[in-house]
T-cell receptor
């Protein structure tokens, strides 16, 4: 069975470029999460979708970060005018249940973004 | 793959030993806790979880202990194997909130 997949696995961008990171969740999973993981740190929450609705975007660090999930399956995290401090691994996770409290989040392999 | 374990606390054990990884969580309102394992170049992998109405839960070769009084969580791995080498994160959650808050992680190194 397919797990959460992310593409690209590695992305190098020049400062100021826009990037788009894709997440394919496990089929049928209602909830989708994006996290940012700096080197040597734990993942930090960015945003959360339930189906196509973005219910929580409190973790997005600036208005340069934008996420969407228009059909309730695939999600894209877009970063505009990238800065060096955006360099990190971006993780996507999905979970099957509607009740957040009991969700087990299944993570993808991440996209390693390096901004030069 | 790239390392996720730079400058992390490290626990080094011999194959066959039992390992104990500790975590102090921050929010007394947290009521759901999870341990994840992360290998280099991979995303976190769910190991075991526990709710705040429990103080111990066992899985296959793993046990999680929760002490709410001192806000402490531990992961015990029995008969540690080289394949257990990874970074281990605890995460906490508050009911009704989407956010998982992760701790800083501990690198476990298992020597054959």
């Amino acid at each position: 069975g397919a797990g959460v997949s992310q593409s690209p696995r590695y992305k190098v961008a020049k400062r100021g470029q826009d990037v788009a990171l894709r997440c394919d969740p496990i089929s049928g999973h209602v909830s989708l999460f994006w996290y940012q993981q700096a080197l040597g740190q734990g993942p930090e929450f960015l945003t959360y979708f339930q189906n196509e609705a973005q219910l929580d975007k409190s973790g997005l660090p600036s208005d340069r970060f934008f996420a969407e999930r228009p059909e309730g399956s695939v999600s894209t995290l877009k970063i505009q005018r990238t800065q060096q401090e955006d360099s990190a691994v971006y993780l996507c996770a999905s979970s099957p249940w509607r009740e957040l409290r009991t969700d087990t989040q299944y993570f993808g392999p991440g996209t390693r973004l390096t901004v030069l | 793959g790239e390392s996720v374990g730079l400058h992390l606390p490290t626990l080094s054990v011999q194959e066959g030993d039992n390992s104990i990884i500790n975590c102090a969580y921050s929010n007394s309102a947290s009521d759901y806790f999870i341990w994840y394992k992360q290998e280099s170049g991979k995303g976190p992998q769910f190991i075991i979880d526990i709710r705040s109405n429990m103080d111990k839960r066992q899985g296959q070769r793993v046990t999680v202990l929760l002490n709410k009084t001192v806000k402490h969580l531990s992961l015990q791995i029995a008969a540690t194997q080289p394949g257990d080498s990874a970074v281990y994160f605890c995460a906490e959650n508050i009911s009704g909130y989407s956010t998982l808050t992760f701790g800083k992680g501990t690198m476990l190194l298992v020597s054959p």
